[in-house]
């Protein structure tokens, strides 16, 4: 089969890897250094369907499948289905559910899912609603989301009246503003393979969304996640199924909404039961480049499956898995992009591309035990590597137990060197213990 992923993340680079060992051919647009060895990267912008499109019927493109948000949300699906192209994703209408959180929020309100409370304030109406509301608060912890698309850093919460009003404005000026209660749990990413005939969840992950150890500072895209979670128990994940992503199929079947992809709630696990946090209708980064490496599943096979209307059951090793972002210096705010990398005695595979690293701290374990993920990477002429975004690449480790998974992560990650790359020294420790 050929098949098309579209992006250029770490997350994508997941996602060829595991679509070439299935024997695939392929491709990716725009893509990365990483993803350069192992398939075909075209230079095509994700927002540029027209290109696109011809680019699949040139190859003959059997299966796209696509990786970020601004794509789904500006259209691609539509115009590969118009087309004739089967792809692996929402259409506009269903992208909706993530690219606006306020059309979200009011879908779930709609179908009886357990949400924090929320208030939401519309754009170009002023400030002024906000600034009353904000204070009868009398100071309590409040989480402000911008409505529209983000990269996971248009959320910011504080219990600061100045902080939050100067955030809240500063959202309002151009776009809606929700303001919710702020929820304590445990925060889990639950993913669902989905047709308009049903759905399938996949194991669960947990991202780390916050900068700094002990989950401190900014909001970010994500700088790390694990999987499996011994908290998502069986009556756990039983009751999200039955309080959250059953009713949310049922909605979006009864609201046009079905489509063939994945579906991804950010799951709140509170003392009084599950929360929504948001929608995502595509797979996470980096919850996917912890996830794939667990997959049995041909992960072309299974993409073409969905996207045919059918739904395989999804397998996972029981490997636990470590995904450690190596970030770019002062990321998630401003960041220089065009370091120069190295890596460092990590294995010849490596400098190819090719994601996995020649170590393993378990005597005896054959399978991949450390992959590294490049994002938005980029070659020199000479060959030399170079960082191109924020969170440049994920260090993924997996092991039989929770302790090889991380030495291998970590392990992996000491190897990548850029001038100021940095990385939280905490991941999954708030899930493992250690
Ligand atoms: P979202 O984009 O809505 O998933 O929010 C980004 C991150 O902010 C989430 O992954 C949570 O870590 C945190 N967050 C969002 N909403 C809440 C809430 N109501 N209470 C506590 N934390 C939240
Ligand atoms: N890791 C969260 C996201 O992909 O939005």
């Not at 299935?22 to 027209?50: E, K, M, Q, Y």
């Not at 309590?140 to 910011?156: C, D, E, F, N, P």
Request: aromatic share 8%; proline share 6%; hydrophobic share 45%.
């Amino acid at each position: 089969m050929k098949l098309l992923v579209i992006g250029n993340g770490a997350r994508e680079h997941a996602l060829v890897w595991a679509a070439s060992k299935g024997r695939h051919s392929v491709f990716c647009a725009p893509g990365n250094a990483g993803t350069a060895g192992l398939g075909r990267n075209l230079p095509i912008d994700p927002l540029n369907a027209l290109a696109i499109v011809s680019a699949c019927r040139e190859l003959g493109i059997d299966l796209v499948v696509v990786g970020p948000e601004h794509a789904l949300a500006a259209g691609l699906v539509d115009a590969l289905e118009a087309a004739g192209i089967r792809a692996f994703g929402p259409n506009k209408k269903a992208a909706v559910l993530e690219s606006s959180k306020a059309i979200a929020r009011a879908f779930s309100e709609r179908h009886g899912i357990p949400c924090a409370q929320t208030t939401l304030f519309s754009p170009g109406t002023g400030s002024a609603d906000f600034f009353r509301w904000l204070d009868a608060q009398q100071g309590r912890r409040i989480v402000l989301k911008k409505s529209g698309l983000a990269a996971g850093k248009g959320v910011m919460e504080s219990d600061d009246p100045a902080e939050l009003r100067a955030f809240g404005e500063a959202v309002l000026a151009a776009d809606g503003l929700l303001a919710e209660e702020f929820l304590i749990g445990q925060e889990l990413s639950v993913f669902a393979l989905c047709t308009e005939g049903g759905y399938r969840l996949l194991d669960p992950a947990a991202d780390h969304k916050k900068a700094l150890v002990g989950d401190q500072g900014a909001n970010t895209g994500g700088m790390g996640a694990v999987s499996p979670l011994p908290f998502a128990t069986k009556e756990l994940m039983a009751r999200i199924d039955r309080e959250i992503v059953g009713p949310t199929f049922k909605g979006m079947a009864a609201e046009s909404l079905a489509y063939r992809g994945i579906l991804f709630f950010g799951v709140m696990a509170t003392a009084d039961g599950p929360r929504l946090l948001e929608y995502n209708v595509r797979m996470g980064d980096p919850e996917t480049q912890s996830l794939l490496p667990r997959l049995e599943n041909d992960l072309g096979e299974l993409c073409f499956e969905v996207s045919a209307g059918r739904l395989p059951v999804p397998r996972f090793s029981s490997r636990v898995s470590c995904g450690v972002v190596i970030a770019a210096p002062g990321y998630p705010i401003s960041y220089p992009r065009g370091l120069p990398v190295e890596i460092r005695d990590a294995g010849p595979e490596l400098a190819l591309g090719k994601p996995e690293a020649g170590f393993c701290t378990m005597p005896g374990d054959s399978a991949a035990c450390a992959l590294l993920f490049q994002a938005a990477t980029g070659r020199d002429p000479d060959g030399g590597l170079r960082t191109g975004g924020g969170r440049c690449f994920t260090a993924v480790g997996l092991g039989q137990d929770w302790a090889a998974a991380q030495a291998n992560a970590y392990g992996l990650a000491s190897h990548v060197h850029f001038e100021g790359a940095w990385y939280r020294t905490d991941i999954g420790a708030k899930i493992y213990g250690k």
